[in-house]
């Protein structure tokens, strides 16, 4: 309404300029008839036509690796823009090289703002750089951008819905190697050779169950028992790892969360998983905590598939905390699916009753079991025939992992 009637109010003096026959009052109002018109000319279609989009080098990174990306704005019309304002929403936790980010007004977010100037038909590129110091998914976007005429008179801006998904794995360190007996779960950890079963260090026989190799059934064992049986093999020498991680920090979950002993926890189980799988075993994750779409836990089955360790680091990269699951009873969940002989590391920042309870009665099933704590941890029973070992760096500092043997 006051645009109208502004255009009135000059249209009404360009009337009277013309009946009082005064060229300077007729000119002044052809001028303010000029810049209202451009004002509304640029205010209604300043923003036709414009395209923002962002290009990455990848999509995924691994702790410490940088990657660059492009701003890309392009201006399909005609009409020139004297200036476009793009504010793009990025996470605090990600830095971006050679931008200053300003504050957003959501918690934990930034803005890259950029300033244009843009012919008609043209195309501005920028580009930046960014390093993943942090794991974790990250959400990129939306982005708002403002553009208007000349004199400031009209301002037009829209929000565009544009996102992207920046995925950052979790720090990987080398597992030092150990020197433990060859009966602890993490065996001949050294060795080269690929880990098979080996015939030669059978040490019992048990009821054939489905899904069974057929190639290890025990005949002689079978003749003697009248049902058939299968050979069973060293829990040393199986090569299948299964990792727990306990995401929960502090004896009452309510009480929030250690974010430290959290990542470093996470700095273990994923070390873990890739020296397992750099040594041919079959390694699978469980954990208490969510991902995005997925059940209140986490369940990879072991594997030795090319994609496993990805799959393993993607769904560590997004654990989000608190755990909806107590960790003794995600370890009663896993145990029906685990493999016989499988070796469990149990990666846990707390240790209590119910914990070393579940731990136990896997250890009682035949599996072998590391328990490996993380942070400052008061002296606590732990069940017989478990390995015991304690990560007190934190997870910031680590150059190699060195599970400390506790006795």
Not at 115 to 122: A, G, Q
Request: glycine share 6%; charged share 20%; proline share 6%.
């Amino acid at each position: 309404m006051t645009n109208r009637l502004n255009l009135l109010l000059v249209l009404l003096a360009l009337l009277l300029s013309v009946v009082v026959r005064n060229s300077m009052l007729l000119l002044l109002d052809f001028i303010v008839l000029i810049v209202v018109f451009t004002a509304w000319l640029w205010g209604r279609y300043c923003l036709a036509g414009v395209s923002y989009a962002r290009q990455f080098g990848t999509e995924r990174l691994f702790f410490g690796e940088e990657t660059d990306f492009w701003v890309e704005v392009v201006n399909a019309k005609p009409l020139p823009l004297t200036w476009l304002k793009a504010e793009d929403e990025f996470p605090q936790d990600l830095p971006i090289r050679r931008a200053d980010l300003k504050l957003s007004a959501h918690p934990q977010r930034r803005m890259l703002i950029n300033l244009y100037s843009l012919r008609w038909y043209e195309r501005v590129r920028r580009r930046y750089r960014l390093k993943g110091e942090q794991r974790g998914i990250y959400d990129i976007g939306p982005v708002q951008i403002a553009s208007g005429d000349l004199f400031g008179f009209r301002l037009r801006r829209t929000l565009l819905d544009y996102r992207h998904t920046l995925l950052v794995y979790p720090k990987i360190v080398a597992l030092e190697q150990l020197g433990l007996p060859a009966a602890t779960p993490l065996g001949d950890y050294g060795s080269e050779h690929h880990l098979i079963d080996d015939p030669l260090r059978i040490v019992g026989a048990r009821d054939y169950q489905a899904g069974d190799n057929i190639r290890y059934l025990h005949w002689k064992a079978t003749a003697h028992r009248g049902m058939l049986q299968t050979k069973v093999f060293d829990p040393s020498a199986a090569p299948h790892w299964m990792v727990c991680l306990n995401t929960q920090t502090l004896d009452r979950i309510y009480e929030g969360v250690v974010t430290d002993y959290l990542e470093t926890a996470i700095v273990v189980a994923a070390s873990l998983v890739h020296a397992g799988l750099e040594t041919r075993r079959s390694v699978g994750l469980a954990s208490n905590s969510p991902i995005r779409g997925a059940l209140p836990w986490i369940h990879i089955a072991a594997s030795r598939h090319n994609a496993q360790e990805l799959q393993i680091l993607e769904a560590l990269a997004q654990l989000a905390c608190p755990p909806l699951v107590p960790f003794e009873n995600l370890l009663r969940l896993e145990a029906p699916r685990l493999p016989y002989g499988a070796s469990i590391f149990a990666v846990t920042p707390i240790v209590n009753a119910a914990i070393a309870d579940a731990l136990f009665n896997l250890r009682t099933e035949g599996h072998p079991v590391a328990l490996i704590t993380v942070g400052s941890q008061p002296d606590r029973p732990i069940p017989p025939n478990i390995s015991f070992y304690s990560v007190t760096q934190n997870w910031t500092d680590f150059e190699s992992l060195k599970l400390e043997f506790r006795s």
